[in-house]
């Protein structure tokens, strides 16, 4: 303490300036030493993000957008397989033109046999869907028609083509599963594009032909212009041969020669960095198939540091590729070399203006300071109320009055700042209702779209397929009871032969004894008998699925719940029974007497076939117990219920509040939709005003609750 009080005073200006500009100096140099030193390093992160980034934005990308063809092809595929679509080639066309029109990027949708017939939907240069058709007596040539409503009018040309020769056929039948075919160039219109294939088989295992879809990939190169996530960065993919499939540049993915296009390598691109990123890494790695893992490389390509992002893609169709992202480290550099050349200069403009004005001001402050000091101590505490006395010096005395102004001014602040805080949290909670609100009714309204066009296309081709086996099911049964007559008669006749004339000619009675006539005699009738009973079952299969279809019933109708359950068990039979994963699945009914109640039958039908095919699906891979399934009806004096329940697994209870979301599904990849309890909840809710509910526990099963006005509200 001795030791201070022996110390000069030191002035006020020397107190107020010398460590500022110290200050100054230090913080000047540490920003400068640890920029140098730690720039490089954020910047680094900074790109390994973005490029990661975009990474997982292209593969997303490629992974929704290559994955349409093959659900198509699938959907195709079963359809044929089950008999749910006719391979009758005009049917089938229709069909596909259907699906052309909804599927923009699909250029060609086709099917051809192992007999050389074939079906396609074509798109044009102009957007104009065509129809070929190779049929016999013209195997070996498709002709190509005009389509109006899916049905082929006049023909525009014929051209020689066998499909089982092509690759997309040969490859599919080869390998006996879906694959993609190599990319190549679409008739010629100079647009790179790609053949997804997948066979389809009988009962018994055997192919009987293929269904394929050309897809066309130019919208690769849009999507990548759009990510580009630096001004001179590429971001491009390569096949494991080097072929450019696409890129973020202007620069074509192939060249022109003798006026045919000619698919490029990316070592050899005309854009410099594409071409060079491409070599180096060829050249780091000896060959492309050696990348089976993402990598990070920073080097130097065209004398300047740049960062490469190699990401491998492949899918499980057959498709393996190569996504590299290239970006120049000068894109994030320069702008931060200007930012520190701007920050130096201004912190030298400042320590020049701070060291004059603090030696013209330090002696003006000191009488002042201690006002201000503890006016400004009170409204850090929260009283905004201070004012300062106005001092005799003008610049002091101008300096309180702009502390007095600010005061107010930062106390009308905080005032209006809080009814803005208001105003605003009640925009936005408005707006968010409004949004959530939007959403709902457009997944309502999109679930049910699909469901109006799925319904329509299934009940017409169920009226079709009854109609068609009612005819020859209807002349088969009306005859057979003829044909038990005539062979009653037959049958009196030879035993009154037999009665009158006991003895008989050798060569008949021997005949009589190689043909065994005394069981033909007893067999016959139960031939015939049973005959009768199959056609029978035939009819009523048939009735059952018109009745299952309902084409007519779009109105309101008074039907019976309970036949509509039994004609959807009927149809759902062969899934019931004993397979290879499960035993069978055994159907317990406890059906009350039911009024009948005014419904869309149709969509009640499309109900019952949701819930209990979903019940059939969580009774998959069980085998430690028995398989059952409950239906129950009973009625209330205003509703009918009905309710279906299994002994699965049952639903876990975080995602049981979700599963009435439209697009909402637990199931694999192609195997479902998420639209099933989506579009039934809209049906027994949205349409008849009913409720449909759900209870679940884990290892127990699952049952589904429909309840039903018996009259419509």
């Known amino acids: 303490m001795k030791l201070l009080h022996k110390l000069p005073k030191l002035s006020l200006s020397y107190v107020l300036v010398v460590p500022f500009v110290t200050q100054i100096f230090i913080a000047v140099g540490l920003t400068g030493y640890w920029s140098l030193r730690h720039g490089q390093q954020s910047i680094e992160q900074l790109v390994n993000q973005l490029s990661s980034e975009s990474s997982k934005r292209v593969e997303q990308h490629l992974d929704s957008y290559l994955v349409r063809p093959h659900k198509v092809n699938y959907v195709n595929a079963r359809s044929l397989e ?38 396609g939907i074509n798109r044009d240069a102009r957007n104009v869907l065509q129809m070929d058709i190779i049929e016999p007596p013209h195997l070996g040539t498709y002709y190509r028609y005009d389509i109006d409503q899916g049905k082929p009018t006049k023909p525009v040309t014929k051209v020689p083509y066998e499909p089982r020769q092509e690759v997309w056929y040969t490859d599919a039948i080869t390998a006996r599963k879906p694959l993609w075919t190599r990319i190549y160039f679409w008739n010629d219109d100079k647009v790179m594009a790609i053949s997804s294939s997948h066979p389809v088989f009988n009962d018994r295992q055997q192919i009987i032909g293929v269904v394929g879809v050309d897809y066309l990939l130019d919208r690769i190169n849009d999507f990548l212009k759009q990510l580009r996530p630096s001004p001179s960065a590429s971001v491009f993919i390569l096949e494991r041969d080097g072929l450019l499939v696409g890129n973020s540049s202007d620069e074509r993915t192939y060249t022109v020669e003798n006026n045919q296009p000619k698919r490029i390598k990316g070592s050899e691109s005309s854009d410099r960095l594409i071409r060079e990123t491409t070599q180096y890494i060829i050249k780091k790695y000896g060959s492309l198939d050696r990348i089976r893992e993402p990598k990070w490389i920073k080097t130097s390509i065209r004398n300047h540091s740049t960062f490469v992002q190699v990401n491998p893609w492949r899918d499980q169709y057959g498709l393996d590729w ?85 005061v107010t001014q930062l106390r009308a602040s905080f005032i209006a ?12 909670n408005e707006r968010t209702e409004k949004l959530s609100n939007a959403l709902q009714s457009l997944q309502t309204a999109q679930a049910q779209m699909l469901q109006s066009e799925k319904m329509s296309s299934l009940g017409q081709m169920v009226a079709g397929i009854a109609h068609e086996i009612n005819n020859p099911v209807t002349f088969i049964s009306g005859n057979l009871m003829h044909a038990d007559k005539y062979a009653n008669d037959l049958m009196i006749l030879l035993a009154l032969y037999q009665k009158h004339l006991p003895d008989t000619i050798g060569e008949i009675r021997d005949y009589l004894e190689e043909c065994d006539f005394e069981f033909v005699s007893r067999d016959l009738p139960r031939l015939l008998k049973s005959m009768q009973e199959g056609a029978n079952r035939i009819q009523s299969i048939v009735l059952s699925l018109r009745n299952f279809s309902r084409l007519d019933e779009a109105q309101l109708k008074t039907v019976d719940l309970q036949e509509g359950l039994e004609n959807t068990l009927l149809l759902l039979q062969h899934r019931l029974k004993h397979t290879s994963k499960r035993q069978e699945i055994k159907i317990i009914k406890a059906f009350q007497n039911l009024p009948k109640i005014e419904c869309y039958a149709g969509q009640l039908n499309q109900v019952f076939l949701n819930l209990l095919g979903n019940a059939i699906d969580a009774l998959e891979n069980i085998n430690d117990r028995p398989l059952i399934i409950w239906i129950s009806t009973e009625a209330t004096d205003s509703s009918a219920i009905v309710r279906i329940r299994d002994n699965g697994q049952g639903i876990p ?61």
């Open 82 to 119: 089950k008999g749910l679509l006719s391979r009758d080639l005009r049917t089938l066309g229709h069909y596909f033109w259907e699906q052309m029109r909804v599927y923009q990027d699909f250029a060609f949708i086709n099917y051809a046999d192992q007999d050389g017939n074939f079906i």
């Open 417 to 428: 700042l809080e009814q803005t805080n208001a105003d605003l949290e009640s925009r936005v």
């Open 322 to 406: 190569l996504v590299v992202i290239a970006m120049p480290e000068s894109d994030f550099t320069e702008q931060i070399h200007r930012n520190t050349q701007t920050t130096i200069l201004l912190c030298a403009i400042a320590l020049i203006i701070t060291t004059s004005l603090g030696l013209l001001t330090a002696r003006w402050i000191a009488r002042s300071i201690d006002r201000l000091n503890i006016a400004s101590s009170a409204i850090a505490q929260g009283d905004l109320h201070q004012t300062v006395q106005l001092s005799q010096i003008g610049e002091l005395a101008t300096l309180a009055q702009s502390f007095n102004s600010m």
């Open 653 to 713: 209870n975080t995602t049981q509040p979700k599963i009435f979301d439209p697009f909402f599904t637990t199931k694999p990849v192609g195997q479902g939709t998420g639209l099933g309890l989506s579009i039934a909840y809209q049906i027994v809710v949205g349409q008849h005003h009913g409720a449909l509910s759900c209870t679940s526990e884990m290892g127990k099963g699952t049952e589904f609750t429909i309840d039903i006005p018996i009259h419509p509200v």
